[in-house]
């Protein structure tokens, strides 16, 4: 980081010393019973918390249980005691904590019925299918966490970095859809998490490496060693090939939305009080479903699948729906 951007943003007067942030962060340092106590005692209240917030799509208890959750503390650990190249226990205790949430998200998913549909939970579907921009997001907050941890006069807003970089909710989304034996749901939400783990390390090593100390600390803390260079790199291609892949495929999916979306109500222009109400495109399966509202019988199908060539791919089943409770199946573009 370039002197003056650190100046700037770390200024000299309001940084915090090597050992306050080792205080902080570091769960094997100090008074390690009484740390280690609170920590896993509002981990897991927060993780039933959040759980309960998941399973009643309460937005505000899920924001309750991101304030109280103390999981960034030891991930901030993580990447402090990589810019010490020191090891600090930190990655284990993440790893505990993590099978904890998600154990406790997996015991919550035995309370849901069996026919229950996790997509039409908010709090559900809103972390299993992050983007690009999720990440983006994430990185920005990563560094206003590790800043506000270096400097005194900032720490107000770490309540709002933990609200704008969730950790405990996607781990007991993982729990509940691994419960339901929903694997990509489950599988997504976890990358959600791992891409919010990977950005608030990065960030906590940019800032944390950036700091002034004395001669003695800066030798001590130095560069990261290469080998923690490369987890990064590794745990970002993990991240970043998946959140690409969804991001690119949520773009077509919206692409082929709006094309089918104009594709019906061209069908449906010569049939008076007719109207199209949705236009759903199922991620997983590929599959459109077109949700109409007809006064009559809907018209003829093919003429739906002749408006759709050449604006979807062809092989995409095509459903439509009607608000009496009729189903078609359309058939596929293209056959």
Not at 243 to 261: C, D, F, G, H, Y
């Amino acid at each position: 980081m370039p002197l003056r951007v650190r100046t700037l943003v770390l200024p000299a007067s309001q940084r915090r010393s090597l050992k306050e942030l080792t205080q902080e962060l570091d769960l094997s340092f100090g008074d390690t019973r009484s740390k280690r106590s609170a920590f896993w005692t509002m981990l897991t209240l927060s993780s039933v918390i959040a759980a309960g917030g998941v399973l009643t799509d309460s937005t505000a208890t899920v924001i309750g249980a991101m304030i109280i959750a103390p999981l960034s503390t030891p991930i901030m650990g993580i990447a402090l005691g990589s810019v010490q190249r020191r090891r600090t226990g930190s990655a284990k205790v993440v790893l505990a904590a993590c099978t904890l949430v998600v154990l406790v998200g997996l015991v919550f998913s035995l309370a849901l019925p069996a026919n229950y549909d996790l997509l039409s939970n908010s709090q559900i579907a809103s972390r299993t299918s992050p983007g690009l921009m999720d990440l983006i997001a994430a990185l920005a907050t990563g560094f206003a966490g590790a800043v506000a941890l270096a400097r005194r006069d900032v720490a107000a807003v770490l309540p709002g970095v933990a609200i704008a970089i969730s950790l405990v909710p996607p781990l007991v989304v993982t729990g509940v859809c691994a419960g339901r034996l929903s694997g990509w749901l489950a599988l997504g939400a976890l990358v959600l998490f791992v891409s919010n783990l990977f950005a608030l390390v990065f960030g906590g090593m940019v800032v944390f490496a950036a700091l002034s100390y004395d001669t003695q600390e800066e030798a001590a803390a130095g560069r990261p060693a290469r080998r923690t260079f490369a987890a990064m790199v590794v745990l970002f291609v993990v991240v970043f090939v998946p959140l690409a892949a969804n991001t690119a495929l949520t773009l077509l999916i919206n692409t082929w939305t709006a094309r089918t979306k104009t594709a019906a109500e061209e069908w449906l222009a010569d049939t008076p009080g007719a109207s199209v109400t949705s236009v759903d495109v199922a991620s997983r399966t590929i599959q459109v479903h077109v949700r109409v509202r007809v006064p009559g019988d809907i018209p003829p199908t093919q003429g739906l699948l002749d408006r759709l060539q050449g604006q979807v791919p062809d092989g995409v089943p095509i459903v439509v729906d009607t608000m009496r409770g009729q189903r078609f199946d359309v058939g596929s573009v293209g056959n």
